[in-house]
């Protein structure tokens, strides 16, 4: 039996329907047809499955779009993750899909919406492009940690990246520091 910590949401074609809505409405401006692009590649490739919680509704796990794609909640302290057993399992997810435990250590989703001092607001695009093709933080600082897939994403076009990022920018800003990175512990 898995505990709660373990579901992996998956993600409907009506889900993304849902989601491609409800976040055009959290933006705080009419969206460019850049925007509206970064839009359809951030609801289709996946953003919200980490960077927006997720809270139990009537139907089991669903987006809070209350808080969409301010990365893990502030509010939420993690106990230390189990220790996982040697063999197939490597990773724990919580039920809100936004903090990650593995060999790796422990990564919480960032926060990708326009605040300042929280999310990604004072990014250049250059930076947001180089940190997706380099897998490094602002693309220059520390690896962006797992299951952030960047690997696959790097592959994505720098005019779709900065329309993803344009769209970004758009979204109304939500202030919620996400916890730091933590390495794993030492043996």
């Not at 040697?86 to 250590?105: E, L, M, R, Y």
């Not at 990564?107 to 695009?125: F, H, M, V």
Request: proline share 13%; with cysteine; glycine share 8%.
């Amino acid at each position: 039996m898995l505990s709660k910590s373990l579901w992996v949401p998956v993600m409907s074609g009506a889900m993304l329907a849902t989601l491609a809505s409800l976040s055009h409405a959290q933006s705080t401006k009419p969206l460019s047809p850049e925007a509206k692009r970064g839009e359809q590649l951030v609801a289709t490739h996946g953003c919200h499955d980490c960077h927006t919680p997720m809270k139990l509704g009537p139907n089991g796990p669903e987006p809070d779009m209350s808080r969409g794609l301010s990365g893990h909640p502030q509010s939420l302290v993690m106990p230390p993750p189990p220790k996982l057993p040697d063999g197939p399992w490597v990773w724990i997810g919580s039920g809100t899909n936004t903090a990650f435990a593995g060999p790796w250590g422990v990564s919480y989703s960032t926060n990708l919406t326009s605040d300042a001092e929280t999310g990604i607001g004072k990014w250049k695009a250059q930076e947001f492009v180089a940190a997706i093709k380099t897998g490094k933080h602002l693309g220059v600082s520390r690896p962006i940690m797992p299951p952030m897939p960047w690997q696959a994403y790097r592959h994505l076009s720098e005019k779709d990246l900065k329309a993803i990022f344009a769209y970004l920018q758009s979204t109304a800003p939500i202030k919620n520091p996400v916890p730091q990175y933590q390495p794993p512990a030492k043996p």
